[in-house]
């Protein structure tokens, strides 16, 4: 395999066509209500498109993500980009971190440091990571699949032969929303070499025959009525028809932002506001890795491979699962427990929503220490 360099770097006209694309938005209407029920407020849009256009500084932001080392490799016909942090202590674990839609490599953005230099952050040398984050096939600055086909097994195993040609014979993969289903994958699919695994989110349904639900459960079952509900609609839509829009998402900058937007203010552990607890930059960088790239139809189109269409997998190698309160469903213990034969960690955080990192980025790095620690 040949390992290149990459660094971000937006070409200026890109830029140009995004200011002037921003300064000649079409608004609708407002919304008839005084909430978020029909979607994203119309005032809350423009406030942060108002900031989008005057005040934020991608190439200040682009320097910043630049700060880690990155690479493109050939992968199974892809160029997978990724991130390639190595620690300073020699006996750093290697730990693959796997996001999902809509997040991207922002998401470890403030984890990378503190999982690869404990010892600046809190954290003793035993505590260190060497830290692989990839951008998913069709996401971000990875090449987009020009043919069907990339589904989560096949992604698990594309990010399993790039753990193996950088040189590692063990290591730990971690992975929320698609990057659960991944690190799921890679669990029961690379077990001569994941050494275990750590998600957040399961998409795993009580198990047949299941008795009295427990009071998690109980919670879950009824966040994931909620979820089919309300909140839903994105799958459906991304699942049967991605091409069709990715037409409107690629055009406009202001509805690729609404569109993820409304995911964070909907998964996101807050009192009201997302501002509240996300900064404002950390999520225009997260839109911006779409925008630039042109990815809203090549992302969508992993529900259309795989969004419903798994099969269950059991997980022999060792597996850890940390609850957030605010995530989509939190995984409940007696329904994973029939698919992973050694769940050898459990913890529930007392804050904190579907994108942990991002959000509480110092509980997602005392978990994932605390996990490294139980297999030690």
Same mark, same amino acid.
């Given at each position: 395999?040949?390992?290149?360099?990459?660094?971000?770097?937006?070409?200026?006209?890109?830029?140009?066509?995004?200011?002037?694309?921003?300064?000649?938005?079409?608004?609708?209407?407002?919304?008839?209500?005084?909430?978020?029920?029909?979607?994203?407020?119309?005032?809350?849009?423009?406030?942060?498109?108002?900031?989008?256009?005057?005040?934020?500084?991608?190439?200040?932001?682009?320097?910043?993500?630049?700060?880690?080392?990155?690479?493109?490799?050939?992968?199974?016909?892809?160029?997978?980009?990724?991130?390639?942090?190595?620690?300073?202590?020699?006996?750093?674990?290697?730990?693959?971190?796997?996001?999902?839609?809509?997040?991207?490599?922002?998401?470890?953005?403030?984890?990378?440091?503190?999982?690869?230099?404990?010892?600046?952050?809190?954290?003793?040398?035993?505590?260190?990571?060497?830290?692989?984050?990839?951008?998913?096939?069709?996401?971000?600055?990875?090449?987009?699949?020009?043919?069907?086909?990339?589904?989560?097994?096949?992604?698990?195993?594309?990010?399993?032969?790039?753990?193996?040609?950088?040189?590692?014979?063990?290591?730990?993969?971690?992975?929320?929303?698609?990057?659960?289903?991944?690190?799921?994958?890679?669990?029961?699919?690379?077990?001569?070499?994941?050494?275990?695994?750590?998600?957040?989110?399961?998409?795993?349904?009580?198990?047949?025959?299941?008795?009295?639900?427990?009071?998690?459960?109980?919670?879950?079952?009824?966040?994931?009525?909620?979820?089919?509900?309300?909140?839903?609609? /994105?799958?459906?839509?991304?699942?049967?028809?991605?091409?069709?829009?990715?037409?409107?998402?690629?055009?406009?900058?202001?509805?690729?932002?609404?569109?993820?937007?409304?995911?964070?203010?909907?998964?996101?552990?807050?009192?009201?506001?997302?501002?509240?607890?996300?900064?404002?930059?950390?999520?225009?960088?997260?839109?911006?890795? /779409?925008?630039?790239?042109?990815?809203?139809?090549?992302?969508?189109?992993?529900?259309?491979?795989?969004?419903?269409?798994?099969?269950?997998?059991?997980?022999?190698?060792?597996?850890?699962?940390?609850? /957030?309160?605010?995530?989509?469903?939190?995984?409940?213990?007696?329904?994973?427990?029939?698919?992973?034969?050694?769940?050898? /960690?459990?913890?529930?955080?007392?804050?904190?929503?579907?994108?942990?990192?991002?959000?509480?980025?110092?509980?997602?790095?005392?978990?994932?220490?605390?996990?490294?620690?139980?297999?030690?």
């Amino acid at each position: 395999m040949t390992v290149a360099p990459y660094t971000i770097a937006v070409p200026d006209d890109v830029l140009a066509d995004l200011h002037d694309r921003l300064a000649r938005t079409r608004w609708p209407d407002a919304e008839t209500v005084d909430d978020w029920s029909q979607g994203v407020p119309l005032t809350w849009l423009q406030g942060v498109c108002d900031y989008w256009l005057h005040h934020y500084d991608w190439r200040e932001r682009e320097a910043a993500l630049n700060h880690f080392d990155q690479f493109v490799a050939p992968v199974d016909g892809l160029d997978l980009h990724f991130v390639h942090q190595r620690s300073p202590h020699a006996g750093a674990t290697p730990l693959l971190l796997s996001h999902g839609w809509p997040g991207s490599i922002v998401e470890f953005h403030h984890v990378i440091e503190p999982l690869t230099n404990p010892t600046l952050h809190g954290g003793s040398p035993d505590d260190a990571f060497h830290v692989i984050a990839p951008s998913l096939p069709g996401y971000g600055f990875s090449s987009k699949p020009a043919a069907p086909g990339w589904t989560v097994e096949r992604i698990a195993d594309a990010f399993a032969a790039l753990m193996t040609s950088l040189g590692y014979d063990r290591y730990l993969a971690q992975g929320g929303d698609w990057g659960a289903a991944i690190t799921h994958a890679i669990g029961a699919s690379d077990p001569a070499h994941c050494a275990g695994i750590h998600t957040t989110l399961t998409s795993t349904a009580p198990p047949a025959g299941a008795g009295e639900p427990s009071a998690a459960a109980l919670r879950a079952i009824d966040r994931g009525i909620r979820h089919g509900k309300l909140d839903a609609g /994105y799958a459906k839509q991304q699942r049967t028809r991605p091409q069709t829009l990715g037409y409107g998402l690629t055009d406009s900058p202001v509805g690729q932002a609404a569109w993820i937007l409304e995911k964070f203010w909907s998964w996101t552990d807050h009192p009201g506001d997302p501002l509240d607890v996300l900064d404002r930059d950390d999520l225009l960088d997260n839109i911006m890795i /779409y925008w630039v790239t042109a990815s809203a139809t090549s992302s969508a189109r992993l529900y259309w491979e795989s969004y419903g269409r798994g099969e269950r997998q059991r997980v022999e190698v060792p597996a850890g699962f940390t609850v /957030y309160p605010e995530e989509i469903v939190p995984p409940v213990r007696e329904w994973v427990e029939p698919d992973f034969a050694n769940i050898c /960690y459990w913890n529930e955080q007392p804050r904190g929503g579907h994108f942990a990192a991002l959000e509480v980025p110092e509980l997602f790095v005392s978990d994932v220490r605390a996990f490294a620690a139980a297999l030690r």
